[in-house]
């Protein structure tokens, strides 16, 4: 006799398990804690076998019989369900390891030892945020050119363009590292070309004229802020190293006997060691901070915990508090004045200036130099860059009546 929705419903835990029949070999067996599990009772080549169909009250009586139904199809065309049913369990799983997130995952992991910690968490956030809830579950074979466009075209939607093209760089590399281990064919972010608008190029504010510079270095000098930030910002244009390398910088790099400050490769942007010679201006502000903050581990710490390097906005903000807006000047400007001063003004050679940038630098072998390259050339200039900013600074001060405080002359009106 067939079951019944109401004779399911109404079957109860015994002594023992048992089983309520409905026919075709499907049955209800109900355990001795209440549990009531769907099977089919079949043989295949000669041999009784038992094919599991799910549980109640989630898989109910006509779900049951409709999946009993294709299995008996299946034997119908000569195929074991068991077996056909592992055979689809494991392609599950291996399409979930093959999935976009998981190759993601992994090709992200091998990167952490070679970027920087800010990079990496920036581009793990955007692939959670961005690729992840559209193309995360998806087998990356499977993954088409219009489908990976339409996940880019959501980014591109809201403005963020610049953004957009860093998810399809990222989506490349991905997609390159799943062929490279023979989980993917090809790469399909070639045939997007064209069809994302390229961002619009947007450099970082500086200030590379000389005469402006002056009045910049002289408004610095007179910052009436907190110490810790009045040395950063005083110790920024002689050093122009990349505001994270500045602000996280910590006691233990320097030798201030030796005028010299030795960041780690873990700290560099290019995740190679990197020396920047100290010029004597350089040296007396950071003798002068050392009373203050030498007992703790950063340079320039936090005020709201030693423990903690200040916030990354506070020379930008100590900037605007001098007159000076973000779209004038910047604490990643500092890189490009010397950059562009250093070759144009005074003349250096090119290959100085960008190797004190941590610019990757080859010689004419093609070989990258190593970080002691031309260390005594470097330590002049950098004490010649010092001496200029000084007389850039003594000019500016011949000039104005009073210190730039308050409103500057890029202040925008109220």
């Not at 079949?42 to 898989?59: D, Q």
């Not at 809201?158 to 760089?169: D, F």
Request: charged residues 25%; hydrophobic residues 45%.
């Amino acid at each position: 006799m067939a079951l019944s929705d109401k004779a399911v419903s109404n079957a109860k835990a015994g002594p023992k398990k048992y089983r309520l029949f409905d026919g075709d070999g499907l049955y209800l067996e109900v355990s001795i804690k209440g549990g009531k599990y769907w099977r089919l009772k079949y043989r295949f080549s000669g041999k009784e076998k038992c094919l599991a169909l799910g549980v109640y009250p989630r898989v109910g009586l006509k779900l049951a019989r409709r999946r009993s139904d294709e299995a008996r199809q299946l034997l119908t065309d000569g195929v074991d369900p068991g077996e056909q049913k592992k055979i689809a369990r494991a392609a599950g799983v291996e399409a979930a390891g093959n999935s976009f997130e998981a190759i993601a995952l992994e090709w992200l992991i091998k990167q952490k030892p070679t970027w920087a910690e800010s990079h990496w968490t920036r581009i793990e956030a955007m692939l959670k945020r961005d690729l992840f809830p559209w193309l995360g579950s998806r087998p990356i074979t499977a993954i088409t050119p219009p489908e990976l466009l339409a996940a880019l075209r959501r980014i591109e939607a809201r403005g963020a363009v610049e953004t957009t093209k860093r998810a399809r760089i990222v989506a490349g590399q991905v997609f390159r590292f799943a062929v490279a281990i023979g989980r993917a064919e090809r790469d399909i972010t070639p045939d997007l070309r064209g069809a994302i608008a390229p961002p619009v190029a947007k450099h970082l504010a500086a200030i590379v004229e000389p005469k402006e510079a002056g009045k910049l270095l002289l408004a610095i000098e007179h910052y009436v802020g907190t110490p810790v930030v009045r040395a950063a910002l005083r110790l920024a244009p002689l050093t122009f190293v990349r505001p994270g390398e500045l602000r996280g910088a910590r006691w233990s790099e320097f030798d201030l006997d030796a005028g010299e400050w030795r960041i780690s490769a873990e700290r560099m942007k290019t995740r190679k060691p990197h020396i920047v010679p100290l010029a004597a201006r350089a040296v007396d502000i950071l003798r002068e901070l050392q009373p203050l903050t030498g007992n703790f581990e950063f340079v320039f710490p936090s005020h709201r915990s030693p423990k903690r390097p200040m916030s990354e906005n506070a020379v930008l903000v100590a900037l605007r508090a001098l007159g000076y807006p973000k779209e004038v000047m910047t604490g990643h400007g500092f890189r490009a004045m010397a950059r562009t001063m250093l070759d144009e003004v005074l003349n250096y050679r090119v290959d100085l200036i960008e190797h004190q940038l941590a610019h990757a630098v080859r010689d004419a072998n093609g070989r990258a130099y190593n970080r002691t390259a031309h260390l005594e050339a470097r330590r002049t200039m950098m004490q010649g860059w010092s001496d200029y900013l000084d007389q850039l600074r003594a000019q500016a001060t011949s000039l104005s009546v009073a210190p730039l405080m308050g409103p500057a002359p890029f202040e925008r009106a109220a």
